[in-house]
């Protein structure tokens, strides 16, 4: 079997090590327009801050791809013949394949705002973009970045730490209004204004204005004003880069459409990862699942159908993790920004404004839990993987809360406050306190 991939990230990788596995004899070659080598995209960050070396974000050595007899190909896949199973190259070659894996990944959601093809206006999604960054930004005194997601703050994390002042544009009326409660926008809140970012909130961007030489000189807003910038960030979201999958005859949406088992209508063409869009996605799940863990996830279940073994992608309870300048995020489960009809919230915060924790649970008879956040809390996921797959009740969740902890030895405890707080909210549902082996404990 040839199997031929379709991008190196994370998914594709997974794919190909997981195959190579279960069928040694396969080969297998993995296209990538964008870099020769994988390497991890969410460490991007720290070469631009000059914390890491680009050769110090590949997960593998060089050597490691001709050990595991896995195919680079440094080209762009510019068309597939379903019909003859060929892959054509922008080097100008084709490569056979009996198996295809589309594992495109993303591209930054662009607008339509005047200006915004200028010198100095770019997303940061590639490689090549932070290249372009880290040489666009030397000598820049202001920049304004456009959204208010995870990308929108490691982008003004990244150019504050240069000593660039930072104007953020957030639409929604405060951040991340799609996502998080207002309890925690407003500890990240705190993280922007104690780093010196200035958050303009209920305001988009109307025009990018350029200077003479063609490169941006300010930003005029919804609000009709004029925020002198020399780069203007945009980070508005991504979407599944699914151009090529489009041109060879594949049912796209948002995304690549997919089964369970990862596949396109055209035979023998899977997609995975960011790309890849859910026909019948599961109550409560999402259709579109652009995280790392999910696209390393996808791509072990690809590997299996693939070699013969259909098998069913199933994610698991949703998580995800982010980091605010120091503050330190962690979500397990549901936790939409409004409570749903049928589930209650308890929320209990640190009087400093640091520590952060959010319990949803149903209102019915069970008390299953439903989702957490906890901010300036790190958690154990295998332990919250198992309450939300079980439905564990909430009182038992926090009987048991210690025992979630993640912070380091010699942190300060706060189940305590959290137990006391919880009874307190709801007094029908009491959790008591004990002392075991000079730590705290808890029962319901």
């Given at each position: 079997?040839?199997?031929?991939?379709?991008g190196?990230?994370?998914?594709?990788?997974?794919?190909?090590?997981?195959?190579?596995?279960?069928?040694?004899?396969?080969?297998?070659?993995?296209?990538?327009?964008e870099?020769?080598?994988?390497?991890?995209?969410?460490?991007?960050?720290?070469v631009?801050?000059?914390?890491?070396?680009?050769?110090?974000i590949?997960?593998?050595?060089?050597?490691?791809?001709?050990?595991?007899?896995?195919?680079?190909?440094?080209?762009?896949?510019?068309a597939?013949?379903?019909?003859?199973?060929?892959?054509?190259?922008s080097?100008?070659?084709?490569?056979?394949?009996?198996?295809?894996?589309?594992?495109?990944?993303?591209?930054?959601?662009r607008?339509?705002?005047?200006?915004?093809?200028?010198?100095?206006?770019?997303?940061?999604?590639?490689?090549?973009?932070?290249?372009?960054m880290?040489?666009?930004t030397?000598?820049?005194?202001?920049a304004?970045?456009?959204?208010?997601?995870?990308?929108?703050?490691?982008?003004?994390?990244?150019?504050?730490?240069?000593?660039?002042?930072?104007?953020?544009?957030?639409?929604e009326?405060?951040?991340?209004?799609?996502?998080?409660?207002?309890?925690?926008?407003?500890?990240?809140?705190?993280?922007?204004?104690?780093?010196?970012?200035k958050?303009?909130?209920?305001?988009?961007?109307?025009?990018?204005?350029?200077?003479?030489?063609?490169?941006?000189?300010?930003?005029?807003?919804?609000?009709?004003?004029?925020?002198?910038?020399?780069?203007?960030?945009?980070?508005?979201?991504?979407?599944?880069?699914?151009?090529?999958?489009?041109a060879?005859?594949?049912?796209?949406?948002?995304?690549?459409?997919?089964?369970?088992?990862?596949?396109t209508?055209?035979?023998?063409?899977?997609?995975?990862?960011?790309?890849?869009?859910?026909?019948?996605?599961?109550?409560?799940?999402?259709?579109?699942?652009?995280?790392?863990?999910?696209?390393?996830?996808?791509?072990?279940?690809?590997?299996?159908?693939?070699?013969g073994?259909?098998?069913?992608?199933?994610?698991?309870?949703?998580?995800n993790?982010?980091?605010?300048?120091?503050?330190?995020?962690?979500?397990?489960?549901?936790?939409?920004a409004?409570?749903?009809?049928?589930?209650?919230?308890?929320?209990?915060?640190?009087?400093?404004?640091?520590?952060?924790?959010?319990l949803?649970?149903?209102?019915?008879?069970?008390?299953?839990v439903?989702?957490?956040?906890?901010?300036?809390?790190?958690?154990?996921?295998?332990?919250?993987?198992?309450?939300?797959?079980?439905?564990?009740?909430?009182?038992?969740?926090?009987?048991?809360?210690?025992?979630?902890?993640?912070?380091?030895?010699f942190?300060?405890?706060?189940?305590?406050?959290i137990v006391?707080?919880?009874?307190?909210?709801?007094?029908?549902?009491?959790?008591?306190?004990?002392?075991?082996?000079g730590?705290?404990?808890?029962?319901?």
């Amino acid at each position: 079997m040839h199997l031929v991939i379709i991008g190196n990230g994370i998914t594709g990788v997974t794919c190909a090590l997981t195959v190579r596995q279960l069928q040694p004899t396969a080969r297998i070659t993995l296209v990538s327009e964008e870099s020769l080598y994988h390497f991890s995209r969410p460490a991007l960050m720290y070469v631009y801050l000059g914390h890491l070396r680009p050769q110090d974000i590949k997960p593998y050595e060089d050597w490691f791809w001709t050990e595991n007899r896995l195919e680079l190909v440094h080209a762009q896949a510019t068309a597939v013949d379903v019909e003859r199973k060929t892959v054509s190259l922008s080097t100008g070659s084709t490569l056979p394949y009996d198996k295809l894996l589309l594992a495109t990944g993303s591209v930054g959601r662009r607008a339509n705002w005047p200006g915004q093809e200028l010198a100095g206006v770019q997303g940061l999604v590639t490689l090549p973009d932070l290249e372009r960054m880290t040489q666009d930004t030397h000598g820049v005194r202001e920049a304004v970045v456009v959204g208010g997601g995870l990308i929108g703050v490691e982008l003004a994390e990244m150019l504050s730490a240069k000593g660039i002042a930072v104007t953020l544009l957030v639409r929604e009326g405060h951040y991340w209004a799609s996502v998080l409660p207002a309890q925690e926008a407003a500890l990240v809140q705190q993280q922007l204004a104690a780093h010196h970012i200035k958050v303009l909130y209920n305001t988009q961007l109307a025009e990018i204005l350029p200077d003479a030489q063609g490169r941006v000189r300010a930003v005029r807003t919804s609000q009709d004003q004029e925020l002198t910038c020399q780069w203007v960030g945009l980070s508005i979201g991504v979407e599944p880069n699914r151009q090529l999958a489009q041109a060879a005859g594949a049912e796209t949406d948002r995304g690549i459409l997919v089964d369970k088992f990862l596949q396109t209508n055209l035979p023998d063409v899977y997609a995975a990862g960011d790309c890849a869009q859910h026909r019948h996605p599961e109550a409560g799940e999402v259709a579109l699942e652009q995280l790392w863990y999910t696209g390393r996830h996808q791509g072990e279940t690809v590997a299996h159908t693939i070699c013969g073994q259909p098998t069913r992608y199933q994610r698991g309870p949703w998580y995800n993790s982010a980091k605010f300048f120091d503050l330190e995020y962690q979500t397990y489960g549901r936790v939409p920004a409004h409570v749903p009809p049928d589930e209650h919230t308890f929320c209990w915060q640190h009087p400093s404004g640091r520590h952060l924790l959010r319990l949803n649970f149903r209102s019915d008879a069970t008390l299953a839990v439903t989702g957490m956040n906890a901010l300036g809390l790190r958690q154990r996921h295998d332990l919250w993987d198992q309450w939300l797959r079980a439905g564990t009740p909430v009182t038992t969740v926090l009987a048991e809360l210690g025992a979630a902890n993640f912070d380091p030895e010699f942190y300060r405890q706060h189940e305590a406050a959290i137990v006391q707080a919880f009874n307190q909210q709801y007094p029908q549902h009491p959790v008591a306190l004990r002392r075991r082996r000079g730590l705290f404990s808890f029962h319901s």
